[in-house]
């Protein structure tokens, strides 16, 4: 689980930067940019405010608490309710996680070997899962360094080619994108209907906190690192690195639009595909595709019918690397969540290393499992990355509010962080859920931008616990809470 803790902090933070890549960056990043703009890359311009505080409190305050799980301290602040809380949020986000990055690594392979979707999906999860199961988090975090290295590779070849591959050079894509308005970061109004650059900046802060402050796959790498100013370099590093490696796959996005741009006969091959592949899944409205729909389809069908064989492979190899470098890390911690948080909590609290090491792999099998099946049930998806973003923020914005306000507000009881959660979780399900709901009147359809769900929810689960506070105090049958990382 933690590597008897004495791995270097470069390779941690090659890990965690693994961690953030996955195929939902290669491809659903530039599906994003080809179908756009660099809206999205607000997102990344946020981890550095996220590095700041997950190096100066949530680091220390786990590497200081002794557990390799991220949800045993809610236990101890809040009661069972909320450890059981924050263990199926997690869980369910890691499932989510999974089914999409596999679905994102599919369409390329299945572009190039013709092989059906489902079995690709089949065939990659018993692959990472099998690994996984053999190495544990000593494994994950090393091939993540190799697969890393390789996935930085892949892009800078692959955007070289999509450059160099323009009819009049790559000046011409730089004039096609910037007539075309690529380069744009989105509007900058105070308008949250809309995903404007206010929005995905609150939205990527908020998310880039839960990763840092109540995700295990993150919590886990701190007590791996050999000492605790290794790991917050880790932490630096893994920032750090994603943000130029992000603007390094929206601009290939681009380079895919003004690509196709002046190669129509390959635009029109891709639309044949999509409407295809609508039609097969029994969606009539192919003859109303949007660029949106064709965003994740362009650069799959670009490595399968441009690249040379060789360079073909390397980026293959590339989009497995991402895939499997994110699915590791999510069977991992989510076995060792099984373990430490449900077997030892309610059937086990002292077991041997023979039966902790049997449910960790039982754990990592049944996590595999599920994640693959997921992915088979998310084949048809729009934007992969859309539905990364959509299914996240349901799951984690009720956590973080919780462990917020277990850290920040120390009078807060049990009672209180319960009605709090409760509000947080009916504010952001009817966010995200309710825009496209067709039982609901329009009058009663949330008019925010459903990014905003999380961000909405965890202030919400905040202010109300702390008002909440205010006003009843803290029952003295409430444990007091433990020191806080403040």
């Not at 919590?219 to 490696?245: C, E, F, K, M, N």
């Not at 603007?247 to 196709?260: K, S, V």
């Not at 959509?390 to 120390?410: D, E, N, P, R």
């Not at 009605?419 to 329009?442: K, Q």
């Amino acid at each position: 689980m933690v590597a008897g803790g004495g791995l270097p902090g470069w390779a941690v933070g090659l890990s965690i930067f693994g961690t953030f890549l996955s195929s939902n960056t290669f491809l659903g990043v530039p599906g994003k940019a080809y179908a756009g703009n660099y809206n999205a890359f607000v997102f990344s311009l946020s981890l550095p405010i996220a590095a700041f505080l997950a190096t100066r409190f949530f680091v220390p305050f786990y590497r200081n608490s002794g557990s390799v799980s991220a949800y045993e301290h809610l236990e101890k602040r809040f009661g069972a309710w909320a450890r059981m809380y924050a263990v199926a949020c997690y869980l369910l986000t890691q499932v989510a996680r999974m089914g999409t990055i596999m679905i994102g690594v599919s369409l390329v392979v299945s572009a190039l070997t013709g092989w059906g979707t489902v079995t690709i999906i089949v065939v990659s999860g018993i692959f990472v899962t099998l690994y996984t199961l053999l190495g544990g988090i000593e494994a994950v975090i090393w091939t993540d360094v190799v697969q890393s290295i390789v996935l930085m590779l892949g892009a800078f070849v692959l955007l070289g080619m999509l450059l160099f591959g323009m009819p009049e050079g790559p000046g011409q894509a730089f004039q096609i994108a910037s007539d075309n308005d690529k380069f744009s970061l989105g509007s900058w109004d105070l308008d949250f209907t809309t995903s404007t650059v206010w929005v995905v900046f609150l939205f990527g802060i908020f998310i880039n906190l839960g990763n840092f402050g109540i995700d295990q796959s993150f919590v886990q790498r701190y007590h791996t690192a050999d000492s605790p100013r290794a790991a917050g370099r880790a932490v630096w590093l893994g920032a750090l690195l994603y943000v130029p490696i992000s603007l390094l796959f929206f601009f290939i996005g681009t380079a895919c639009f003004t690509y196709y741009q002046t190669h129509p006969e390959m635009l029109g091959e891709v639309r044949q595909q999509v409407a295809a592949s609508m039609l097969e899944a029994g969606d009539a409205s192919s003859a109303e595709m949007t660029t949106s729909q064709l965003g994740d389809k362009v650069l799959p069908h670009f490595i399968t019918t441009k690249l040379p064989y060789g360079s073909a492979g390397l980026l293959i190899a590339a989009i497995a690397a991402a895939a499997m470098s994110s699915i590791d890390t999510s069977l991992n911690s989510s076995a060792t969540v099984l373990l430490k948080d449900i077997y030892g909590r309610w059937f086990n609290a002292d077991p041997s290393e023979r039966q902790s090491l049997w449910v960790l792999r039982i754990g990592t099998v049944l996590m595999g499992i599920l994640g693959t099946g997921i992915a088979i049930s998310m084949i048809g998806v729009h934007s992969i990355l859309d539905a990364w973003w959509t299914l996240q923020g349901v799951f984690a914005g009720g956590v973080l509010g919780l462990f917020l306000l277990g850290i920040v507000s120390h009078r807060a009881g049990n009672r209180v962080a319960a009605i709090a959660v409760t509000m947080g979780v009916v504010t952001i399900g009817w966010m995200s859920l309710s825009p496209n709901s067709e039982w609901l009147p329009a009058s009663l359809r949330c008019p925010l931008e459903t990014k905003l769900a999380i961000v909405v929810g965890t202030v919400l689960i905040f202010l109300v616990g702390t008002a909440l506070t205010g006003v009843t105090g803290r029952s003295s049958a409430e444990a007091d809470p433990p020191a806080s990382p403040s």
